[in-house]
Structures are given as structure tokens and as C-alpha cells.
């Protein structure tokens, strides 16, 4: 297969029928590293599956925040807040209402997408920068307000009661939660790139007032994808802090966990499908490498690393792909 | 509460030091810097060591911070970010956190992440002014932040690289045109918002204690003086500076301690929404537009 791919990149591009072709490979290794995920974990020890359990999250989270920034233009810096968000409906909702698991899910999504309407009105009239900080100032405000309210546990967290399975099997249940969530949000986002939101969003981006002009509705479309982007990103809050068991405001409106999506989307490429799974898959295996092995440094590495991207990668590692050579 | 208001006051002219040298980087290169807060952090670590090592007074140690933050400011936009000053303004802003992770990642090597104080002898001398005590080391950073703040004004309006660094603001382009060299203008106007960065760091140090992530809600301080003054505007970041100072103190001391960033986050919400050109009120060359 990857003879294939080295031929197709350089013999000479010929319109649709390439085209197709690169679907299906895409459509392939897809497969491929589908059947992988499903036949390999039950080999793997604990240390592994978490890994890749992150990996899987960091996806879900990259993909999503690429909705409202990749797709629609609009950088939010902030995104963290609706896992945050997804993560305290399912803490509050099982640790005080016996709600199930399960049913805490979409609801965890819901309420984040609720938010993302909400502040989205006032918020999503704000450009380029001011957008951006305004959306990390409504984190830093969220975690403010967790921290300060009673029914939230305030600054001492939430804990949960832990399942009744035995601890690799609940590892493993968590893993494949993680990778339904993010098979959900991958086609969620294929699904979106196709529909006539999709086009909508992408005009935006493109320009904004020239889309206005066109009789898009601007406003209804920058506030439906940043729903979207909030539904996913809660409902992968609401899977986190089952598996942790325990949450605390610091740790469910993580600044350092938003750079890592923000990171993962741009390293890997803005905007596409594939991109956001590539880095986050690449930047969370490197940073586990870094921090196994770095430990004093990690935090330089990664830094130096962010710079690098930028300055040699600005289109993200997807632009490497032979599929994409031009 | 008159004590609260002066206490604010006195914390504000640190905060408009802060802000101003965060705005003057938007102003020119419409660069959003999230290294600023590290920067900051790095300053007060220096007067640390001079203050520790050779018992230099903190307010002596001032010079010698600002020059290695200019050092440091001028390289950092001379050897990365001009390369990138053309692309998206996102990618950039996400180029100047790498830098910000690699400053924390120094300070936590050299310094560890120890909190550190600076104890000037005369830290504790208070005065009485009628009802109201004043401590003597915060009225003096408060002048030396409002001197500093004067000297980049007259900096800017009087001297031949302070011109250039206007017009270079105005039109990149048309600057370039009369032969000025944008690419020195944006390196020596980062090193200057350095330098400015490293003094606050000192007077920040005196006041408070230190540590390596100290970066982050400084940052986040600096954002919330510029919007409030008019992001790009230097002028209005000093008064951004002091109703900053003065509503987080008042505010944490009516509703309570602990609800003082969230102040200042609220303050910043309902500016950008409601008043995004800043109190004063004149649009600079920022970028917001109210759709629809």
C-alpha cells in the first residue's frame, strides 16, 4: 500500500479520478487503523491504554475545537470551558442525582452546546484576537465560579464512586468509550464538511462580510458551529471524569490541556478531517516520550517544539501527506 | 474603603506599567504576546538575583533588568518572530506560547519553583496621611511605574526611533517606503516592551512574591489593562491600569477575596462586549468590527 501512495504522489495529478483515488486510501488506512484499535488494546498493558486513551480524548477535543476554528474561523482560545462544563454535568448529575453513566453522556454535551449558545451571541460578534481572549477569559470565569460555588464541591472537587469492574477491564471499557465518542465526532465533522452548514461555515472563514452579502446568515452559522464544538468537546468531559473518577475546577478547565488540542489541530493541520486525529496522535505520543524521559525540560521541548511548527509547518503535518502534494 | 481605593490606586500604576508595554506590542505589530506575564517573571528573577547575590538594592537592580530584558526582547523578535510576521495572527500568537513555555521552563531550571520574596530593608515603613496608611515601598513603585510610563511617552514623541516606531504603526508599508527598516523598528519595540516588562518584574517582585508561573495571569492582567484602555493605545492603558487596581480591591473587598480574578475577568467581558474601542473611547488601529 505505501508503494501505491509513493507512485500516486508522483506521477502526474489528474483532476477527480486522483482525486477518488485518495479517498479510498484515506478511506483504507482509516480502516485499517480502525481494526487496529479494536484488536490491539486487549494486549496492551494499563501504562499503554492510558496513553492511548488520552491520545483518543485529545483527538475528540482537537477535532471539535477544528469546528469553530478550522472550519469557521473563529480561534477560540477558551474551548477547555465545555469539557470543563461536560465534565461537572456528569460529576454533579451521578454524584448527587444517581443519574447512570450513559445517560450523562449527551447530556453533559448538551449543557456544554446550551453554554456555547449563550455566550456565543455576545461573543461571537468579536474578532481575530479579542475573540480569542474573551473566550480565555470565559474559562478562567467558569473556573472561578466552580471554584466558588457550593453545589459544585467548590475548590475540594467532586468524587465519584468507583465501578464495580475489575481495573484493566475498566480500562478497557473507558478506551473504547473514547474511541466511539471519537468515531462519533469524526462523522459528525465529515457529516458537517458536506452539509450546506458546512459550506456556510467555510465561506465565513473565507470572509466573513462577502459571506453576509451572499445571504448567509452569519450569525446563526457561527453560533451553530460553536454548538457543535461544544457538544463534542462536553460529552468528552462527561467519558474524562468517569474515568478519573475525581474532578477538581483546575484540573477540568485546564489551560494546558486546551494548548494541547489548540497544538494537536495545528500541528496537524487546520480545517481537514485527518488532520487533528494526525497531531494529536503525534504530539501526545512525543510528549509522553518527553515526559518519560525529560522529565526537568518537558516544558521547554514542547515549547521549542510549538516553535518549530510554526516557523517550518505552518500548514501542519497533513501538508506532508503524499496525498496532499501538489 | 478610602484605604481600599488608595490601595488600588497604588496596585493600578503597577498594573498600567504591565499593560502598557503589552499594548505598545499590539500597537506596532498587532501581535498579541502571550510570553508577556513570563517575561515579567523574568525581570523580577533577575532583581532577585542582584538583590541576593550582590546585595543590590531592588531599585538599583532596575536598570540592570531593563537592559537584559531589551537583550533578551530585541533577539527573541530578531531571531523567531520576524520571520513569521506575515502569517496568520493566530499562528504567531501561538508561536509566542511555545516562548512562554520555554522562559517558565528556564525560571523552574535556574530558580526552582520556590515562591521568593524580595525584603528591601524599608519594606515595612508606612506613613499616615489623615485616616489613611500609606506603605512607603508601594507609593514608590507607583512613581517609579508612572515615571516609566512618562519616559516612553517622552521616548516616543521625541526621539527619532520613537517616530519610526509611530509611523511604522501607522502603515507598515508606507514606512518602509521612507526607508525606515521595519524589521529593526518591530526588533527594538519588542526589546523596549521587554525592558518594560523586566522593570514591572522588579517593582512586581518588591510588592509580591515571585515564582515561575507567575506568567499566566499576569498575562491574562495585561490583556484586561490594554482592552480596558483600547487595545494599541498607550495613553489609556494607564488609566485601564488603575480602575483594574482599584475595582479588584474594592470589589474583593465587598464581595470577598476570593472572587478578585473574577472581577477582572467580568470587567473584561462586558468591555469587550459592550464597549470594545475601550473607556476613552477612540478606535485605534484594532480590528474589531460588529458584524451584522
Redo the contacts between chains.
Sequence with gaps: MTDRLSVDASGPISGSADAGRSKLILALLLACSLLVLLVVPQYLNSYWLRVLTQVLMVAVLASSWNVI?GICGY?SFGNVVFFGIGAYTTAVLMSQFDVSFLVTIPLGGIVAAVFAVLIGL??L??????F???T???N??AR??V??LDWTGGGKGIWLQIPDMEPHAFSLYVFYMMGAMLAVTVAGVILLLRSRAGYAMRAIRGN??SA?VLGID??FYKVLAFAISALFSGMAGSIYIFWMGYIEPGQAFD?ALN?QF??AG?MGGLGTVVGPLLGAAVLQIFSELIWSHFL?????V??????LV??FM?NGLISLMPWRRK | MLQTLVNGILLGGLYACIGIAFSLL?GVMNL?NLAHGSLIMIGGYISFFCFQRLGLDPFLSLPVSMICMFVIGYLVQKI?IN??VD?????????T??????L???A??LWSADYRTLNAPYASQNFQLGPIVIPLLRLAVFCAALLLTAALALFMRFTATGQAIQATALDRYAARLIGIDVMQIYAVTFGISSALAGAAGVLLAMVMPIYPELG?PLT?KA?IVA?LGG?GGLYGALIGGIVLGVVELTGAYIIGP??Q??IG??M??AV??FR?QGILGKRFF???????
Design positions: 476554528a480561534f455576545p461573543l460578534r468579536l474578532r481575530g484576537h479579542y480569542a481572549i474573551a480565555l477569559g470565559i478562567l470565569g472561578e465560579a471554584t466558588n466573513e462580510t453576509a452569519t450569525t489551560m494548548i489548540v497544538m495545528l526537568q525540560i518537558h516544558l521547554g514542547l515549547g521549542l517544539l510549538i516553535i510554526v516557523l505552518p | 499590539y498579541l523567531i520571520r513569521v502569517a496568520n495572527i493566530f499562528m504567531v500568537m501561538i508561536l506560547f511555545g516562548i512562554d513555555l520555554i517558565v521552563n528556564i523552574l531550571l499566566g491574562l490583556f482592552v487595545l476570593s472572587y480574578v473574577g475577568v467580568a473584561l467581558l469587550l462586549i470594545p484594532s480590528e474589531v468590527t460588529i458584524s451584522d
